[in-house]
């Protein structure tokens, strides 16, 4: 038994690192603001552009406060430093051991030919980070609903522990039943899912998100959070939050209303 809230996470870039997308004005807001306004008690920090660079100790004392954070040991795919397989996992296990409520280390903009195409770099990337941070770690992925269609990226799956699910172009959300039916097909019934949601048009061009396609996820989300479908919501993210979207104050309020319900796991 748990409280709604408590399923909500942050996607935490660094302050401003968003600004190049086309927003109507630039944004300022760190990783812990963003999660503190919206009400996200929990946090994937990860790495954009290369930046934050090792070591992680000032921020991961930053989100403290979280109660439970992820940390980017594969960055966004400007990232490069962490292409060829080259993860930020002895940076991750440093900060963990000290900071408890790091639980895992995520892949973002994950991509085979990223890892040089082998799946078994995987359990020994989880291994690496147990063994560094003297406790068992999780090993998170993102996927994206484009990317059903990639069989090559099953054996990848397999050896991960979580994963998050993208819708990037908001044409797709409506489609959400048929795509996260597929991806369960590939991923497994019982395995923890939890489901990616843009504050912002990313991938239509940089555009505010439409608010009806927002709310019908929004809505989807809550129905299958109440059925432990999923296991919670990401929401992409700080960078956005303090420049006046509507996306933003519908997504507050949503959590807003429900943040006390009571959820069966």
Known sequence: MSLFKTKMWMWGHDAGAHNMYNLPTPSKMSPLEGAMYLGTPNMCRVVFGNSPEPPFERDALALDVMDNVVWSIIGDSGSVRNDGGKADIA???????????????????????????????????????????????QLWTVAYTHDLDRGDIVPFLDECDVATLWTWKSGDIFRLEESFGRFRALWGYDRPLYGGCYLWGYGDGGVPMPAGLLRFQLDTYYKWLHGHKIDGVIFCSNNVCDIGLEAVKIVKDWIYDHRDEKLDF
């Open 91 to 137: 940076a991750v296990a440093e900060v963990a051991k000290t900071h408890k409520n790091i639980i895992g280390g995520i892949m973002d903009d994950f991509q085979p030919s990223r890892l040089g195409g082998d799946p078994l770099v995987l359990a020994e990337f989880k291994k690496r980070l147990s063994e560094g941070a003297g406790r068992d770690m």
